[in-house]
T-cell receptor, first 116, second 112 residues
């Protein structure tokens, strides 16, 4: 069975600085998808970034980028120029690429605080 | 309305009540999900519907009963709940293999 591990329960970053959130996963599959979701205090789960395992290029979305290391099964999220609005729980998630409807498997989350 | 909507946003119910949570997606997706999020726990997948057929039921107690009348609507019928069922219930939808799930704002449920 696939698992997703986020080893940092909490992280803190100074406004305008850069922070990296860690995520590792375990799978025997070669075809899969990885995601980062953000859940602010409003509790709305928001998709931040998506990565297809077959793509070597790291996904980027404005200030958010990932470092995808397939061999190491690592999928870290880098937030550049951190803003106060980035404060939230961040969840790493995995979805199998096989079959018709693999559901998301979530990590336990990392709580990010942004200091002004 | 755009995206995924959920009603009600907040619900307080007694253990003998019957209530329903509603989810609607306006994204043309073909799969819908119910998740439970309790304090300090990872998200727990409860039910998955693909093309209106239930494809997963993660050992959820029978006091939770899902219904998917069409690809845009998903319900979670609640009856004789327990206080430990108090949680945030999130609905999500996605399209096809590898599709990202888009979440609704959730229903915060309190069982007294």
């Amino acid at each position: 069975a696939q698992t997703v591990t986020q080893s940092q329960p909490e992280m803190s970053v100074q406004e305008a600085e850069t922070v990296t959130l860690s995520c590792t996963y375990d799978t025997s599959e070669s075809d899969y998808y990885l995601f980062w979701y953000k859940q602010p205090p409003s509790r709305q789960m928001i998709l931040v970034i998506r990565q297809e395992a077959y793509k070597q290029q790291n996904a980027t979305e404005n200030r958010f980028s990932v470092n995808f290391q397939k061999a190491a099964k690592s999928f870290s999220l880098k937030i550049s120029d951190s803003q106060l609005g980035d404060a939230a729980m961040y969840f790493c998630a995995y979805r199998s690429g096989a079959g018709s409807q693999g559901n998301l498997i979530f990590g336990k989350g990392t709580k990010l605080s942004v200091k002004p | 309305e755009t995206g995924v909507t959920q009603t009600p946003r907040h619900l307080v119910m007694g253990m003998t009540n019957k209530k329903s949570l509603k989810c609607e997606q306006h994204l043309g997706h073909n799969a819908m999900y119910w998740y439970k999020q309790s304090a300090k726990k990872p998200l727990e997948l409860m039910f998955v519907y693909s093309l209106e057929e239930r494809v997963e039921n993660n050992s959820v107690p029978s006091r939770f009963s899902p219904e998917c009348p069409n690809s845009s609507h998903l319900f979670l019928h609640l009856h004789t709940l327990q206080p430990e069922d108090s949680a945030l219930y999130l609905c999500a939808s996605s399209q096809g293999t590898g599709g990202a799930e888009y979440f609704g704002p959730g229903t915060r449920l309190l069982v007294l």
